[in-house]
């Protein structure tokens, strides 16, 4: 289906060529004007030979104020107004060429044209007529008429489709009748009705759009058009709309207050997602709670706060919340990868490397180019295998997301409880050493943070086997008693 503008280009060219055939034909023949009209006619016709519509425009509107009485000056601006796609414009000068040559068949077919074109069928069918009187073997015009001749039916039986709730039937005869008669309003709002009702939103705004041109102040196409983008999610291009309606009337008693509101939210939502990209999470947070109180029912401004919430949640580590929030988001769309990975996020945060595994997994299933999940899948993996050997955080009883000073805090106390010099008997100092061990191991990787993104990317830099695949650090372990293993040592440790 082609757009209005779409339409206006083509009839540009239909409109020039005809132009141009009919100034070469019309021109010779030419009686009764003023050397000055013949000279901005002549002008007018270079400028048209260069494609300068406005400045040939010019020229003719020059020729008709100087020679009026002259029905091809008349066409010739008539044709360079349609050639601009401005119809309403060239209907007075056609009218007014028809008026002084009444069997003038160009100008004729021109008027029904654009008639057709506006949905005023009578009189199209009344101009083609016309032509048909005075030469019955036009066979353009004779052409048109059994073009018209079925349509007054098929457009009045669309609207009975309609109001019989059979939406898609009435779509098909109302886009018959659209593509013979582009330039009518009532049409394209009858069929964006219809597609509204089939929920299709995108080709509604598609028929709304073209009747804020064709219509005089249509301040109700641009609340339409607003709304309608309101109801996709798309906020900015609402208050887009909203304001064009507010241009009209700005004292508009539906779209004052529409504008206010959509204007609050699209702020709202752009400092949640500035706020998400300068990863200052909390506040993300609070502001996508806020979304919700502006907007607490509309479906795709409900999903999108809480997507901040669910990611925002998960970034700063609050597993447990993130995962209940990235759930909401699930039940709303179930395959939304970004909450998918943002949950797996949160479930690593909470040490569920199994169920972190299926969400990755089940975000590749959707789509195998996503390189976040299929990062996130080998990553979840080497953490859960790694979780089954030594799990630095649980070592020493810290979350995921813990600083620097509470690891250290963690490992003093615990470094203070488990060394093996509080022990006397052989057995508990053993058990005191390994522990020790541990906990200064879990210490090691944790405070250093090259060592502690590597921990947390799913690779143990103190893992021997890992060591001898390539991964580097410690070739022997890491032993705080040195390669003795601890056995026979005797020294005091002291804290700070």
């Known amino acids: 289906m082609m757009s209005i503008e779409q339409i206006n280009f083509i009839q540009v060219f239909k409109s020039l060529a005809f132009l141009t055939v009919s100034l070469e034909f019309y021109f010779d023949g030419c009686h009764g004007g003023s050397g000055d009209a013949a000279v901005h006619l002549d002008l ?3 400028m048209l030979s260069k494609g300068n519509l406005l400045e040939a425009l010019s020229h003719f509107d020059i020729a008709v104020d100087k020679d009026p009485s002259n029905y091809l000056t008349y066409f010739r601006r008539a044709t360079v107004h349609l050639a601009l796609g401005k119809s309403k414009s060239a209907l007075p000068d056609l009218d007014k060429s028809i008026e002084l040559r009444p069997n003038f068949a160009a100008a004729l077919t021109q008027r029904g044209s654009v008639y057709l074109k506006q949905g005023h069928l009578d009189k199209a069918s009344r101009d083609f007529e016309e032509i048909v009187h005075y030469d019955p073997n036009n066979a353009e015009a004779v052409g048109y008429l059994h073009q018209i001749a079925p349509l007054g039916e098929e457009i009045q039986h669309a609207k009975i489709l309609y109001n019989n ?10 886009s018959k009748a659209i ?28 028929d709304i759009r073209p009747t804020t041109k064709l219509r005089n102040d249509n301040t109700p196409a641009f609340f339409k058009l607003a709304n309608l983008y309101y109801e996709m999610g798309d906020a900015d291009e609402s208050l887009s709309q909203i304001r064009e309606c507010l241009k009209l ?17 699209a702020k709202q939502l752009k400092e949640a997602q500035d706020l998400s990209n300068a990863e200052s999470w909390d506040d993300c947070v609070a502001k996508a709670k806020a979304i919700m109180k502006t907007e607490p029912k509309g479906f795709p401004f409900v999903q999108r706060a809480k997507s901040h919430i669910c990611h925002c949640l998960a970034k700063a580590g609050h597993g447990s919340d993130a995962i209940k ?8 769309e179930p395959e939304n990868l970004h909450a998918m990975c943002d949950r797996a996020e949160a479930r690593i945060a909470n040490e569920q490397y199994e169920e972190a595994v299926q969400d990755f997994q089940a975000a590749l299933n959707i789509d195998q180019e996503n390189r976040r999940a299929r990062e996130g899948v080998d990553r979840a993996q080497k953490l859960l295998k790694n979780a089954k050997k030594r799990d630095y955080y649980k070592i020493l009883g810290v979350k995921r997301n813990a600083k620097k000073k509470q690891i250290e805090k963690a490992y003093r106390k615990l470094a203070a409880q488990w060394h093996p010099d509080k022990f006397q008997e052989e057995d508990e100092k053993k058990h005191a050493e390994k522990v020790f061990m541990d906990i200064a191991a879990a210490k090691e990787v944790l405070s250093d943070p090259e060592m502690r993104a590597k921990y947390d990317a799913g690779e143990d830099p103190l893992d021997p086997e890992q060591q001898q695949q390539g991964h580097g650090g410690h070739p022997f372990g890491f032993n705080p008693f040195g390669h003795g293993g601890g056995q026979g040592f005797n020294f005091k440790f002291h804290f700070n």
């Open 44 to 46: 007018g016709r270079e």
């Open 165 to 174: 709730h059979d939406f898609q039937g009435a779509i098909i005869l109302l």
């Open 179 to 206: 593509d013979l008669c582009p330039w009518d309003p009532e049409l394209r709002e009858i069929r964006a009705e219809c597609y509204i009702a089939q929920g299709d939103l995108f080709k509604a705004v598609g």
């Open 249 to 265: 009337d700005p004292d508009h008693k539906e779209c004052f207050p529409f504008y206010k509101k959509v204007k609050k939210l």
């Open 325 to 332: 929030a990235c759930n909401e988001v699930l039940e709303m």
